[in-house]
């Protein structure tokens, strides 16, 4: 996409409603939508335009990596939380005079972590907000905040991409096109989780482990646990690209204060990514089931590859409560239950109702 969001992969009309408000920009925007988007990059684009002129690409080579002074990126204070503390300083720097640009941008790409003090710490900024400062929200849900930080906001809405639209990016970039289908169709939709597994040769496998799960459930609780042991190990190899793009910056950190806050950004990296694969394996998961349901009832299924006869093991009523329960747990993992214990609920209870 032209207009300074080169490179970003789906999310046209975001992106076009962004770059109208390059002209008139809102003083606080609210980007929220499901981990593995492309939230955040979108963001950095957003914020190089407000900060630079539009030939200036050296300008916008420092926004976008984060080395521009008129862009402050605001961080959670260790692996949990954006304190009062971390709020407050940003509340001080956002009455400050800008250093190159006309304005400051104040990024919050993690702003779900926000404590209800630190939101209300910034909430006065937001409600009498100064003319040269705009603050940029990352989260996955308005809920991740407290609704008088969303109703100052400009909220942006993402949605999932389409396949074809993230095949075609990932070919652009030299991908091998059989390798792009795979990555597309079990990202769900996530250009950013795609771009992750562009280059893994597990992304295969990891989505035939999914899809197989419903011919390996057995009522012991035993095997529930060995099936979620092995579905969580099918993630781990799909991480390898984050942990080497990972390692590259912990080499060229200067001293221990940064070393510290690598750590601790990396740590949080690797929860999300993690989180937003047991997402999709999920989804498969309960798409599995919405075949076997349809598969019975003449519509046709989305997962062309699927065996027929596997497909009538589950009767469709039964199918459909599957599906229902899968995404239930969908939801658990997003209030941060541990992976392997809601899945070996999940199993188990799987294995009984079919």
Known sequence: MSGGFDGIIGHSAVVD???????RPSHAYLFVGPSGLGKSTVARHFAAGLLCDPDD????RRALGGGHPDLILVEPDGRTSLTVDRARATVAGAALTPVESSRKVFLFEEAGMMSPEA???LLKTLEEPTAST?????????DDLPSTVASRSRVVFFGRVADAEVVAALEERGVDPEQAAHAARTSGGRPGLALMLATRPEVAAFRRTWLSVPGRLRPATGEAFRLAESVVAASEPLLASLEERQEAEMGDAVDAAAVRLLKERHERERRRAASSL???GLEMLASWYRDAAAAQLGAAPRNRDLAGADLVSVAPAAAVACAQRVM?????LGANQRPELALTALFADLATTT
């Open 134 to 142: 705009i603050f940029l929200l990352v989260a996955e849900s308005e």
């Open 57 to 60: 690409a050296g300008c916008r």
């Open 119 to 121: 939101a209300n710490a």
């Open 278 to 280: 047991f997402l999709t």
């Open 17 to 23: 409603l962004l770059r109208r408000d390059l002209l």
């Open 328 to 332: 239930a747990t969908a939801a658990s």
